[in-house]
């Protein structure tokens, strides 16, 4: 697959299609030292089968030396209210970050050069991919029920002034994927971004397709249309990433975390036959789930497994794991070496019509939070990613990621600052504090009643 159609996790193409001002929706909230805001992304416009992809540049962020802890988004209308996926279908969002020199707003784009180092540059997550799935928050359909925070004592560094070149800022991009599927005529195939649907034969490039390529990212990007029933009529409709990011000030209280992102079809080889060295970690992003009906193959009940070896070139404990899966998925596992689980992500199928339990749509993803210590991988120790989809029926431009977070171990006597504990003690004590308040009420009536009794009249309090 070419590069060009890996369009929403490569390197930062087509990053000059908007620029825009974002506006915070609500001040800035301190609670128990973690601070969070929340903000909107420019406004998208979606009718019927039209698609969004869109690249917003220098979104609203918070700012300084933090450790991010969350990051969570939601598509939103006009009036706040969240929009269901069997209306507008989040294929995807990602948050990438990056160093822009001071005072330039639109960088230039030189085509297959990529973006002038002079003006930007790209600060990628830890790995493993060389040529894409750099950002450092980014999920889909399942946004809303898919818990991204980062447990006490860890957090994901960023704004570090060292690290930052002299004459550079950080700022952070969003890129937003959405597909309005109301009247649509298929609106699983509109979701897979079956080429047929769309009416694409070639990409956005104006490249022809293979003939073998019958959907995925290569048909559905910005400004496509899906197939709508013939009648069907809606008005357009303006749209939001309602987005919330929880961070605390960074100090030694924290470790920072390394962010690794795999890929099912990644190609890399740990010896490569002809050179007998590494190969790359080339990361196609997405494939195909043939019908078991079709190959006539049924093994397992119709599931289809893909798996791939990995490695990281710097290991740890694992503090956090969650895959990524498509209509269909059932679930993702990421092994060992010696093939012990370091995490199973399994999703969850919603079974309404409210948005985050939208029926048939992959509405979470389970996650995992190891005891600190308690799964770790060696550096260098090949993993092994399995992802697993139902082959029932034939899906087109699935994915098979995994996201998970490695620190360093713990230090001896290194100081912990617990945000979660320090949230129950407060509620604690202000359970404590209302008990007092309630007894001291109740001693004040009693006073009184027994004044009364005694001919005396009580004070007002």
Excluded at 223 to 232: H, L, W
Excluded at 378 to 392: F, K, P, W
């Amino acid at each position: 697959m070419a590069n060009s159609s890996r369009s929403w996790f490569l390197s930062l193409p087509m990053l000059l299609l908007a620029l825009s001002v974002q506006t915070s929706q609500a001040r800035v909230r301190n609670e128990n030292g973690i601070k969070s805001e929340v903000f909107l992304s420019p406004k998208f416009v979606l009718e019927p089968g039209s698609v969004v992809n869109k690249y917003y540049y220098n979104i609203d962020f918070p700012r300084g030396h933090i450790a991010l802890k969350s990051f969570n988004a939601e598509v939103v209308d006009e009036a706040g209210n969240p929009i269901p996926l069997q209306e507008t279908y989040l294929h995807h969002w990602v948050v990438l970050r990056s160093y822009q020199r001071k005072g330039v707003e639109v960088p230039k784009y030189h085509g297959k050069l990529g973006f002038h180092q002079s003006d930007l540059i790209a600060v990628g997550n830890t790995g493993i991919c060389e040529n894409g799935l750099r950002q450092y928050f980014g999920l889909g359909s399942e946004t809303r029920r898919t818990e991204t925070h980062v447990p006490d004592p860890y957090g994901i560094e960023v704004g570090n002034p060292a690290e930052i070149p002299a004459g550079y800022e950080e700022r952070w991009l969003m890129n937003v994927h959405a597909i309005d599927t109301r009247g649509a005529e298929d609106r699983l195939g509109c979701t897979e971004c079956r080429c047929d649907l769309y009416n694409v034969t070639e990409d956005e490039d104006g490249r022809p397709l293979r003939p073998d390529y019958i959907g995925g990212l290569k048909c559905c990007y910005d400004q496509t249309q899906c197939k709508v029933r013939v009648g069907f009529e809606r008005a357009k409709r303006g749209l939001y990433m309602r987005y919330t990011v929880k961070w605390v000030d960074w100090d030694n209280s924290i470790l920072p975390v390394r962010i690794y992102i795999l890929d099912v079809t990644d190609t890399w080889k740990r010896l490569d036959e002809s050179t007998g060295l590494s190969t790359k970690h080339d990361c196609l992003v997405e494939y195909e789930v043939e019908s078991c009906a079709a190959t006539g193959v049924a093994n397992d009940g119709c599931i289809d497994r893909k798996r791939v070896s990995l490695s990281l070139p710097t290991g740890g404990n694992v503090i956090y794991g969650v895959a990524h899966q498509h209509t269909g998925g059932i679930g993702s596992t990421l092994y060992g070496e010696d093939g012990r689980v370091i995490c199973s992500s399994i999703p969850t199928y919603g079974d309404g019509k409210e948005a985050g339990n939208e029926a048939g749509y992959i509405v979470g993803m389970s996650t995992c939070y190891p005891q600190p210590g308690s799964v770790m991988i060696s550096d260098g120790e090949t993993l092994v990613l399995e992802s697993n989809y139902s082959s029932a029926q034939r899906h087109t431009g699935v994915m098979g990621l995994f996201y998970i977070l490695v620190a360093d171990p713990l230090p001896r006597a290194f100081p912990v600052e617990m945000h979660e504990e320090i949230t129950i003690i407060s509620a604690v004590w202000g359970v404590a504090l209302f008990g007092v308040a309630i007894a001291v009420a109740l001693v004040v009536a009693y006073r009184r009643r027994s004044k009364r009794r005694d001919g005396y009249q009580s004070m007002v309090m």
